[in-house]
């Protein structure tokens, strides 16, 4: 058996033991697919994992960086109490378009609110908002900005917010350092500032699954 399919096995196994898609996670990943949206996001176990975190953190707003189909959106979302609040940012309208109908159907438009434009658009318009803290950040967008997000959720959090920078090993190429990919260079750029900030206490973690190898790095406010 190759590497990757005994990884898809533990993946599939992992998911329908712990954390199977229901009928609005399944339709969310179904007209992401049929809209022709890539084959980019989370796995019903990382999706899992996010919302354990936001439950464990108390979160009560979450702020998402790179929507897609709003299938993590929908993960982190159901973390909420009713009077909570996610804001997703997402570049393209038509992902964005397809996320709201997604987040509607598993009945979550109340607390989930998709955004559109460049997120370094978005976001100082979010902070002219004067927002409460975000509890829990998520940034899975274009890599080459991750540093840029990562002082952006500084700005926008408090003490003791969480900060999940996603897909941070590029298949083990991070620790590249002559690389010119912009993927690998904002990654770097987001772990040597997790690293170095004062405000900033993280770890990162190397995964393995159906997405193949990759991994997240999840950083505490102080
Ligand atoms: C990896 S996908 C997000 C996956 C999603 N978080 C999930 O797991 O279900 C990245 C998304 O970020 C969006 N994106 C790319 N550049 C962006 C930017 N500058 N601002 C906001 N969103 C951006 C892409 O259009 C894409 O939909
Ligand atoms: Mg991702």
């Given amino acids: 058996m190759s590497e990757s399919q005994l990884w898809d096995d533990v993946d599939d196994y992992f998911t329908t033991q712990l954390s199977p898609n229901d009928e609005a996670l399944d339709a969310a990943v179904r007209e992401s697919e049929a809209a022709g949206l890539p084959r980019v ?17 108390g979160a009560r707003t979450i702020l998402e960086i790179g929507t897609l189909g709003g299938y993590s959106t929908i993960w982190m979302a159901r973390a909420l109490p ?30 989930a609110e998709v955004r559109v434009g460049p997120a370094l658009e978005s976001l100082p318009k ?4 004067n927002p409460a803290p975000f509890d829990l950040v998520f940034i899975d967008a274009d890599k080459g900005n991750n540093p840029q997000y990562v ?15 996603d897909n941070v090993v590029r298949q083990g190429r991070v620790t590249d350092a002559d690389s010119t990919d912009p993927d690998v260079v904002g990654s770097r750029a987001a772990i040597e500032l997790i690293a170095r900030h004062p405000r900033l206490t993280g770890t990162a973690l190397q995964t393995v699954g159906s997405k193949g190898h ?6 505490r406010v102080l």
């Fill in 151 to 165: 002082e952006w959720a500084l700005r926008l959090t408090r003490s003791g917010s969480l900060i999940v920078v």
């Fill in 126 to 129: 979010l902070a002219d908002e």
């Fill in 214 to 219: 990759d991994g997240f790095a999840l950083a």
């Fill in 82 to 111: 009713t009077s909570g609040r996610l804001i997703s940012l997402e570049y393209s309208a038509r992902h964005a378009e397809v996320a709201t109908r997604n987040i509607a159907r598993a009945g979550l438009e109340r607390i």
């Fill in 41 to 57: 996001a989370v796995t019903a176990p990382q999706g899992k994992f996010l919302q354990l975190l936001a439950q464990i953190q």
